[in-house]
């Protein structure tokens, strides 16, 4: 694999959280919605002809509640996947960055103060751990042999 395409794959843990706070921010929407459907549907006068709204403003929250739950267990599974294939590269600081980076989402200045370098450093150390990367097994789709 190419520099890029490493740090595409080590992306994907990341991508996959985006997808997750995206998916809280949709149920949290759908909440909000229902509670206004049920303060419509109070017996106040000018509820409105449709009656169905709530149920299916239940539905839809429970559609994705669902899908929340899927992404989060991709999440899951998605982190320990990349994680399996930083901790095999044999230098501790290396990892820490690459763990950094691309578990904790942290930008590169936050790595260089979180370990104690200048950005320079990290930055050398960021290209050296991504092509110590041991990917070529992973992009098959499969698991490590």
Same mark, same amino acid.
């Given at each position: 694999m190419?520099?890029?395409?490493k740090?595409?794959?080590?992306?994907q843990y990341?991508?996959a959280?985006?997808?997750?706070?995206l998916? /809280?921010g949709e149920?949290?929407?759908?909440? #909000?919605?229902?509670?206004?459907?049920?303060?419509?549907l109070?017996?106040?006068? $000018?509820?409105?002809?449709?009656?169905?709204?709530l149920?299916?403003a239940?539905?839809?929250? /429970?559609? #994705?509640?669902k #899908?929340l739950?899927?992404?989060?267990?991709e999440?899951?599974?998605?982190?320990g996947v990349?994680?399996?294939?930083?901790?095999?590269?044999?230098?501790?600081?290396?990892?820490?960055?690459?763990?950094r980076?691309?578990?904790?989402?942290?930008?590169?200045e936050?790595?260089?103060?979180?370990?104690?370098?200048?950005?320079?450093?990290?930055y050398?150390?960021?290209r050296a751990g991504?092509?110590a990367?041991?990917?070529? /097994?992973?992009? $098959?789709?499969?698991?490590? #042999?």
């Amino acid at each position: 694999m190419t520099y890029e395409e490493k740090i595409q794959w080590l992306g994907q843990y990341r991508a996959a959280v985006r997808r997750e706070r995206l998916l /809280e921010g949709e149920l949290e929407m759908l909440r #909000s919605a229902a509670a206004r459907v049920t303060a419509c549907l109070s017996g106040m006068p $000018g509820a409105g002809p449709d009656v169905d709204r709530l149920p299916k403003a239940i539905e839809k929250i /429970e559609e #994705s509640k669902k #899908s929340l739950e899927r992404q989060i267990e991709e999440c899951v599974a998605c982190r320990g996947v990349v994680l399996q294939v930083i901790t095999r590269v044999p230098r501790a600081d290396v990892q820490e960055v690459l763990r950094r980076r691309y578990i904790l989402g942290q930008n590169y200045e936050e790595i260089a103060d979180a370990v104690g370098v200048v950005l320079r450093r990290v930055y050398q150390i960021h290209r050296a751990g991504v092509m110590a990367l041991p990917l070529e /097994e992973e992009t $098959g789709g499969g698991e490590a #042999s």
